[in-house]
């Protein structure tokens, strides 16, 4: 087995670092429609409904499946979704580069933190690896690129979360065991690849995903929280936070620690 003290933190994107989804991505895929002349649109109701699946191409055809089966498809219809995949990519990262979406409290100082603690930092997630990028670029700026050893995003495994398999790939190009790990998710879809990958997990939850079922993780909060912000412990133990407003680096290592 490997070292059991808390090495590095995992950390997922979509609703984690930013709040992305509602005025986001899905903003990014109506945009998209919209140029290609569809009259799909994706209101914030529905698109709740769509986050069942991971993946916006995955998210695309699972809309035609259940949402839409009256569209007549195009027979390559992967090139199809590919290609609006690809302009509502484009839409995205332009609304990033707007600054349309910040990042969420206490996320900036947290990274902070576990860098100045000489913590290892990863990204695992669904997304499309330009995203990522656009998110940090425009929110911390281009050097918070290089604060991440491994970007794990997109395509690059083939069985998106739940799978636990972008959790495996980044683990392994880190040469850790999870049991070094703590990772940070939102959803039910984000603690199902966390947990299938061994790791222990800490849930700040969104509108989308408040209802989700968490009882895996290790302390669920609202936010991460920021000194004059605090958080607040939705479940878990209370006392993890140990009297601080936010979740420090302190309160990550005790947490690590507990069986
Ligand atoms: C995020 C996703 C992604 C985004 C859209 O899930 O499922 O598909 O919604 O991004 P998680 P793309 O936070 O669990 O990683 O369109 O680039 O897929
Ligand atoms: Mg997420």
Not at 42 to 62: P, S
Not at 79 to 101: E, M, P, R, V, W
Not at 194 to 203: E, P, Q, Y
Request: include cysteine; aromatic fraction near 8%; hydrophobic fraction near 45%.
């Amino acid at each position: 087995m490997g070292d059991h003290k808390l090495q590095a933190l995992l950390f997922d994107v979509d609703g984690t670092l930013a709040d992305t989804e509602r005025d986001g991505h899905r903003v990014a895929f109506n945009m998209a429609f919209r140029d290609a002349g569809l009259d799909w649109d994706w209101d914030a109701a529905l698109y709740g409904k769509l986050l069942a699946v991971t993946g916006g191409k995955e998210r695309i055809r699972f809309y035609l499946e259940h949402y839409n089966q009256d569209f007549q498809a195009p027979p390559a219809l992967d090139d199809f979704i590919a290609a609006l995949h690809q302009a509502k990519t484009n839409h995205y990262t332009a609304l990033l580069a707007a600054g349309s979406i910040p990042l969420r409290p206490g996320v900036e100082r947290l990274l902070q933190e576990a860098r100045e603690a000489g913590l290892r930092l990863a990204i695992a997630t669904t997304t499309t690896p330009a995203n990522v990028e656009a998110l940090l670029v425009h929110t911390v700026g281009i050097e918070s690129l290089d604060w991440f050893e491994v970007i794990a995003a997109g395509d690059i495994v083939p069985a998106k979360k739940p799978a636990p398999d972008i959790y495996f790939y980044a683990l392994e190009k880190m040469g850790l065991e999870p049991a070094a790990c703590l990772a940070f998710e939102d959803s039910s879809n984000g603690i199902r690849a966390t947990r299938g990958a061994d790791l222990k997990t800490i849930i700040t939850v969104n509108d989308y995903t408040r209802e989700d079922d968490f009882s895996e993780a290790a302390l669920v909060l609202d936010t991460f929280g920021e000194p004059d912000a605090p958080c607040h412990v939705l479940s878990g133990d209370a006392k993890a936070l140990n009297g601080s407003a936010c979740l420090d680096v302190k309160t990550l290592r005790r947490l690590h620690e507990d069986a």
